[in-house]
């Protein structure tokens, strides 16, 4: 059945078995997704709140550099059909993938991850972090911290789990499991902490009491420790610190301990095109997954200096002789986090921000994430544009913040626009030439206005 389903994709395409959607082919063959994967010779699952794509893209490059032939689905489609869609587009028409021990290197979707780990055997399974988001899908992260419990219940003991040191979550869920590799900021001074997103956890995950911290990160990452039961975060196996992090990339240092006699302990740097203290989690996370994979440390961090910036994290377009930066937002962190990697720069050299939002399915429909952050530093000193459906509630959370009670025009508020594409003409006229105008969107206005740009020739089409 494999191999007419394969064949039947084959013929309609003339090439691939893309053309067949995953959950059509599961249900003309049930199974078809992990009978694929035996022809595998590893699979890393990449899941978690924020950072999932850019990790996977990560861990892609670096295991390409290291001469493996990988599979991954790139376009950052992440639920169980997708997963099954990416190995059928490798599959020939004899219904095996074509090219013989190959990595699959695959995203997925926080809540699609246990069922995805139940089809496809999973070599390493890589969580980056657990945040509040999409209320009205996933219900308050403590769901997604019960789905997984079960799933790390009954994942095989040889499974290799690479876990962020930083997230109190993640260490309770860990526990005393064998084979996990953790990842986590180095030197306390690196943390930069961002006191301007809600924390999602306060008490102890173990007794219920208040947690202390010596620093913070990204909300509640950071040192944290429980003086009621003796809770707290372990020293990382791999660290990350920031030396130098601008508006364009960073310079991250990496260390590492011995693994046991195949990696010796070391450290290394390298510059990376993508900013933010949260891509050098998902560097670091990269990296400690390659290392389950068998890539030297070393060898790992020196790939990371030649790889692309993935589909609208940081990507950078010219427009009429604009720097045009792609920024994608979803959830109350990556929009602080964004918004203090902004407030970093001068306003001469971000003049200009595009705030376009939407309510889509896939973005999640409550939009009262808002009320988590202080995005206030995303536009003060500067002018924006709001676009996109949900864009007056944005306009609202800005009022209170900006106008208060009594009322008056938003500073710098140029106004809501009819559509994405009419924002980003009104940002482009409010950015000098040569100065850089910040495109910050959610899910679907992202892909949206990405379509937008294809079709005038301004960028590419998303990866596949």
């Known amino acids: 059945m494999v191999g007419r389903v394969a064949a039947r994709a084959s013929r309609a395409t003339g090439r691939r078995g893309s053309a067949i959607p995953g959950y059509v082919a599961e249900l003309a063959a049930p199974g078809i997704t992990a009978r694929l994967a035996t022809d595998l010779a590893s699979v890393c699952l990449v899941s978690g709140t924020n950072g999932k794509t850019s990790t996977a893209h990560y861990l892609a490059g670096i295991l390409s550099a290291a001469g493996r032939h990988v599979i991954a689905n790139r376009s950052g489609a992440n639920l169980q059909q997708a997963v099954a869609s990416t190995l059928m587009a490798e599959a020939g028409a004899g219904g095996r993938l074509r090219h013989a021990e190959a990595t699959a290197v695959l995203e997925v979707d926080e809540?699609?991850?246990?069922?995805?780990?139940?089809?496809?055997?999973?070599?390493?399974?890589?969580?980056?972090?657990?945040?509040?988001?999409?209320?009205?899908?996933?219900?308050?992260?403590?769901?997604?911290?019960?789905?997984?419990?079960?799933?790390?219940?009954?994942?095989?003991?040889?499974?290799?789990?690479?876990?962020?040191?930083?997230?109190?979550?993640?260490?309770?869920?860990?526990?005393?499991?064998?084979?996990?590799?953790?990842?986590?900021?180095?030197?306390?001074?690196?943390?930069?902490?961002?006191?301007?997103?809600?924390?999602?956890?306060?008490?102890?995950?173990?007794?219920?009491?208040?947690?202390?911290?010596?620093?913070?990160?990204?909300?509640?990452?950071?040192?944290?420790?429980?003086?009621?039961?003796?809770?707290?975060?372990?020293?990382?196996?791999?660290?990350?610190?920031?030396?130098?992090?601008?508006?364009?990339?960073?310079?991250?240092?990496?260390?590492?301990?011995?693994?046991?006699?195949?990696?010796?302990?070391?450290?290394?740097?390298?510059g990376v095109r993508l900013p933010s203290l949260g891509n050098a989690?998902?560097?670091?996370?990269?990296?400690?997954?390659?290392?389950?994979?068998?890539?030297?440390?070393?060898?790992?961090?020196?790939?990371?200096?030649?790889?692309?910036?993935?589909?609208?994290?940081?990507?950078?377009?010219?427009?009429?002789?604009?720097?045009?930066?792609?920024?994608?937002?979803?959830?109350?962190?990556?929009?602080?986090?964004?918004?203090?990697?902004?407030?970093?720069?001068?306003?001469?050299?971000?003049?200009?921000v595009l705030l376009v939002f939407s309510d889509n399915h896939q973005d999640g429909r409550d939009v009262s994430w808002y009320w988590d952050v202080d995005p206030t530093r995303l536009v003060r000193g500067r002018s924006f544009v709001i676009a996109g459906r949900p864009g007056l509630d944005f306009e609202v959370r800005l009022k209170y913040l900006l106008v208060g009670e009594n009322g008056g025009a938003i500073p710098g508020y140029l106004g809501m626009a009819d559509s994405p594409a009419m924002g980003l003409q009104w940002a482009i006229a409010a950015t000098p030439v040569g100065a850089t105008c910040v495109v910050a969107a959610t899910y679907t206005a992202m892909i949206a206005l990405r379509a937008e740009l294809a079709s005038k020739s301004l960028t590419s089409a998303m990866p596949l």
Request: charged share 20%; hydrophobic share 50%.
């Open 111 to 270: 809540a699609a991850l246990p069922p995805v780990v139940e089809a496809v055997p999973a070599s390493v399974v890589v969580l980056t972090n657990l945040f509040r988001d999409q209320l009205d899908r996933f219900g308050e992260t403590d769901r997604i911290v019960r789905i997984w419990a079960g799933m790390l219940e009954r994942l095989p003991a040889d499974t290799i789990i690479v876990w962020c040191a930083d997230d109190p979550r993640q260490r309770a869920l860990i526990g005393d499991r064998p084979r996990t590799v953790s990842f986590g900021l180095g030197a306390p001074d690196s943390a930069a902490g961002e006191p301007h997103v809600a924390t999602d956890v306060s008490g102890c995950p173990v007794c219920g009491a208040a947690l202390t911290y010596r620093w913070t990160s990204i909300a509640h990452l950071g040192a944290y420790g429980c003086p009621s039961c003796g809770f707290g975060r372990p020293q990382p196996w791999i660290t990350v610190d920031a030396v130098e992090r601008t508006f364009t990339g960073q310079t991250l240092r990496f260390g590492w301990a011995a693994m046991a006699d195949r990696i010796p302990a070391g450290g290394a740097s390298v």
């Open 281 to 352: 989690y998902n560097a670091a996370a990269a990296v400690a997954a390659a290392a389950a994979l068998g890539v030297q440390p070393a060898q790992a961090v020196a790939a990371l200096a030649g790889l692309s910036v993935p589909f609208a994290r940081f990507e950078e377009l010219d427009i009429e002789g604009r720097r045009v930066v792609l920024a994608l937002i979803k959830n109350p962190a990556s929009l602080g986090e964004l918004a203090q990697l902004i407030a970093g720069a001068r306003p001469a050299e971000v003049p200009c």
